[in-house]
């Protein structure tokens, strides 16, 4: 019963800021990540959490996004600072085996100009 539940996204203006959650239930994965997916466009890798408290950031993103996990909720957060219009996007909580990967449903992060 691996579920991921994102939330959080919204209409914000250029330079603006969001705070995404992903609420994990149902299992324990060491890694849980972030990942993007524009409209027509690839999914695209954002940002990742360890239960261990370290980070990882996606190039794209670089300097403007952070990511942070909540080992007690099972939550992982990803802090979006100076949003630009390149960052709309559905942003979507992804973790996984080797036999196989749980996605959420996404939430749609849109910027304006």
């Known amino acids: 019963q691996v579920r991921l539940v994102e939330s959080g996204g919204g209409l914000v203006q250029a330079g603006g800021s969001l705070r995404l959650s992903c609420v994990l239930t149902g299992g324990y994965f060491d890694a849980m990540d972030w990942y993007r997916q524009a409209a027509g466009g690839p999914r695209e890798y954002v940002a990742g959490?360890?239960?261990?408290?370290?980070?990882s950031i996606g190039r794209s993103v670089k300097g403007r996004f952070t990511a942070s996990r909540d080992n007690v909720e099972n939550t992982m957060y990803l802090q979006m600072n100076d949003l630009k219009p390149e960052d709309t996007a559905v942003y979507y909580c992804n973790v996984g085996t080797q036999q196989r990967e749980w996605w959420g449903q996404g939430t749609q992060v849109t910027v304006s100009s």
């Open positions: 959490t360890k239960a261990d408290g370290s980070t």
